[in-house]
């Protein structure tokens, strides 16, 4: 057979798979318009490889360029729904048609989760869904509204209400108040779930629940479990906070030279007991330059009060900091949202409603609980890890407060009381390839596996926002408890059992899977019965 054979042939087959690529498109998109009763119909909201905006739509909300490579698998098709119409056709075209379903509010899921699969999938893309409405201290805020949305509407409305939450202003509600959603005033007013009153999910036959009608078993799962085990959430009612009028921030650096190692080590014994309106962050930083080799920190605060209320209390429980008067800038709380994303004091409010970061970048996150302070010795010996490694960094963000008040079993994020502090350890990464994301990925799982005797065990807890696929799996989302009890209890500990018996009773068939859904009761009968 001749070259010019091999090539006609070669055309041909290319031509039938686009022709089954089309029919595929065609007879899936008919099952969505006959499924869906809205206006603007759902094939104005629907997105398939062949249309030229399925690119920009699949990528506009990737946060992690880990997963914009040309080997990432990408969904058969993309919905973005305006109505819940579009969401209830979508959760019966992809039963139909044996998929998967992704489901997408800000696209911050660290490893990908709410918009990669090795099975077939299809990506239900929230944000189209983002009003909020702040009224009489509550607030009613869909899913696909971003942190910084929710907090201008609520500026816009009071100067003295705030709500607890992230610090990154694009970060997507969804994602962020089903993982729990914490923030730099948890420890005077809790999580954001702590602070949920009522939310509204679509479930796996397409029923529109209420906290009513859905029931408490079901409202506490979705508060702290990553909610896309149990359904869509399509938004949250939320109980807005009192903050003063004047709240006081600051950022203050030191290195080893400025005698880091104890001041981090003092730290450790205040953090969690201060004053619960002051939040005192440390981002830990190796510096690696060609005749100094340190650790920088940065000591970033938030207090719910004025500037000479801050220095007499810190005088009297943290003096090693040395933190003057003229190093604190007093401002509105919502003006320290903008502080803490690091925009200089003035920058309008605007910046709130720009729902694309201000940079992308290639990264891994893990994260631990520290639950005995670590002592200056091995303080120095993570200093020399650090330094070792070059790139992983840790921020230290401290409990206590509120957050020791709320018993575990109160939601099913159950990191309360007897943790002083969360680890966060973060690498990022600029080169494209398998050599710089390999590299990068053993520089933080060797410091991560570096920190083994220091942090909480039986289980190892890691939080779930900080999403982790390298503490466990299901295979393919085909979940069972086997596999799941190894990463669940490291989210949830004892509340990973009560979250299987929920996602049983609601969700049986195991419809809303993932590589770290929640599993169904069944597979663990499985298992127990072996």
């Not at 060609?290 to 940065?298: E, F, G, M, N, V």
């Not at 230290?396 to 990191?415: A, D, Q, R, V």
């Not at 509340?495 to 009773?505: G, M, T």
Request: with cysteine; proline share 4%; glycine share 8%.
């Amino acid at each position: 057979m001749g070259f010019q054979s091999l090539v006609i042939i070669f055309l041909l087959c290319i031509s039938m798979a686009n022709s089954d690529h089309l029919k595929q498109n065609k007879i899936i998109l008919q099952c969505l318009t006959d499924h869906s009763i809205a206006s603007p119909s759902i094939s104005s909201v629907t997105f398939f490889p062949t249309d030229p905006s399925f690119t920009s739509t699949l990528q506009s909300y990737i946060r992690n360029l880990r997963f914009t490579s040309t080997t990432t698998l990408k969904p058969l098709f993309i919905v973005v729904p305006s109505h819940v119409s579009h969401i209830q056709a979508s959760i019966i075209c992809c039963k139909t048609h044996g998929l998967e379903m992704r489901i997408r509010s800000g696209g911050h899921d660290y490893d990908g989760l709410s918009y990669v699969s090795k099975a077939p999938f299809m990506i239900l893309d929230l944000f189209n869904l983002r009003s909020v409405s702040v009224d009489n201290g509550t607030a009613w805020v869909e899913s696909g509204a971003t942190l910084g949305e929710l907090f201008y509407a609520i500026s816009q409305k009071s100067k003295t209400y705030g709500f607890p939450a992230g610090v990154c202003p694009t970060v997507g509600v969804g994602g962020h108040f089903s993982g729990g959603g914490y923030g730099n005033m948890m420890r005077k007013f809790g999580l954001s779930v702590d602070n949920v009153i009522d939310a509204k999910l679509v479930d796996v036959n397409g029923n529109v629940l209420d906290r009513e009608s859905m029931g408490e078993d079901l409202f506490w799962a979705i508060k702290g479990s990553g909610g896309a085990s149990f359904g869509i959430i399509i938004s949250w009612r939320i109980k807005l906070v009192s903050v003063p009028e004047i709240v006081t921030v600051f950022k203050i650096e030191k290195t080893l030279e400025q005698g880091v190692t104890g001041i981090v080590h003092k730290w450790q014994y205040i953090a969690d007991k201060i004053d619960p309106n002051l939040f005192v962050r440390v981002v830990l930083l190796p510096v690696n330059k060609k005749h100094l080799q340190s650790i920088k920190a940065k000591f970033i605060g938030l207090f719910l009060g004025n500037g000479q209320e801050l220095i007499s209390l810190m005088n009297e429980t943290f003096p090693e900091l040395g933190l003057s008067f003229d190093q604190c800038i007093e401002m509105s709380w919502i003006e320290s949202i903008l502080f803490w994303s690091n925009y200089p004091k003035g920058t309008s409010l605007d910046v709130l409603l720009d729902r694309q970061p201000q940079q992308e970048k290639y990264l891994k996150k893990k994260s631990d609980y520290v639950q005995e302070p670590i002592s200056k010795e091995n303080l120095e010996g993570i200093w020399k890890k650090m330094i070792e490694l070059k790139r992983p960094a840790l921020t230290l963000n401290p409990y206590g407060g509120k957050m020791s008040e709320i018993s575990e079993f109160e939601t099913p994020f159950p990191h309360r009381a007897g943790n002083i502090y969360k680890i966060q350890y973060s690498v990022t990464w600029k080169d494209d390839g398998v050599e710089a994301s390999d590299r990068s990925l053993d520089q933080i799982r060797k410091l991560y596996d570096y920190m083994t005797p220091y942090v909480s065990k039986s289980p190892r807890s890691s939080y779930l926002n900080y999403r982790d696929v390298d503490i466990g799996i299901n295979e393919n989302g085909n979940a069972s408890y086997s596999e799941g009890v190894i990463w669940g209890r490291k989210y949830f500990k004892g509340n990973f059992e009560r979250l299987v018996q929920v996602k049983s009773k609601v969700d049986p068939g195991n419809f809303f899977r993932y590589e770290q859904s929640i599993p169904c009761l069944g597979s663990w009968k499985s298992i127990t019965a072996e």
